[in-house]
């Protein structure tokens, strides 16, 4: 799944291979967190000869992911739409020294493109720091843990204060009490 022979790719520079493949990825995991996979990510793109030693590939994925909402923990479904572009160069010519042009691009065998890696890691790059279950979720209570989507829990909301917030607004009112006179 995703390796393709490049040999005649690369002996013809005429030559183009279509990507058109679902990558088996059951979750994907992100920093501590793995994240279930709905829908398989779906791979469409192209493998081109760039000079007869690089190849690139470029294309888009879509996949859904499955996401705890940040403010309720409720699963949310996440679709995700990811273009890709990579530069692929031949392990022997990356042999010599480094070039600002080589530091970005993956290394291949020369016979045969294996894109699982660099793919998985533009899933990586693609997942969402947070998601919402919805834009006026409500989260849960602080107090009881109750998800406020479902109703209110009984909790008394508007003594809930935090102390931390409050020594700031007493130091913001004794640093205004000083210098009162300045804008
Ligand atoms: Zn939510
Ligand atoms: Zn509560």
């Known amino acids: 799944m995703l390796c393709y022979d490049v040999r005649n790719l690369l002996a013809d520079p005429q030559n183009v291979i279509t990507v058109d493949e679902t990558m088996d990825t059951e979750s994907v995991s992100f920093g501590s967190e793995i994240y279930p996979v709905l829908d398989k990510p779906h791979v469409r793109g192209v493998i081109e000869n760039l000079d007869g030693k690089a190849l690139r590939c470029s294309g888009q994925m879509e996949l859904t992911l499955q996401m705890p909402c940040s403010r309720c923990m409720d699963p949310v479904r996440v679709p995700l739409s990811l273009q890709f572009e990579q530069r692929f160069i031949q392990s022997r010519e990356l042999a010599g020294p480094d070039t600002d042009d080589e530091s970005e691009a993956e290394a291949f065998d020369g016979m045969v493109l294996d894109l699982n890696e660099f793919l998985n890691g533009e899933i990586s ?15 849960l209570c602080p107090k009881c843990g109750h998800n406020l989507n479902e109703g209110p829990c009984g909790c008394d909301q508007t003594e809930d204060t935090n102390p931390a917030w409050d020594s700031l607004k007493s130091l913001l009112k004794a640093h205004n009490n000083q210098d009162g006179h300045e804008v």
Do not use: A, Q
Request: charged residues 25%; aromatic residues 0%.
């Open 125 to 139: 790059l693609g997942v969402p720091m947070k998601v919402l279950c919805r834009p006026d979720c409500k989260g």
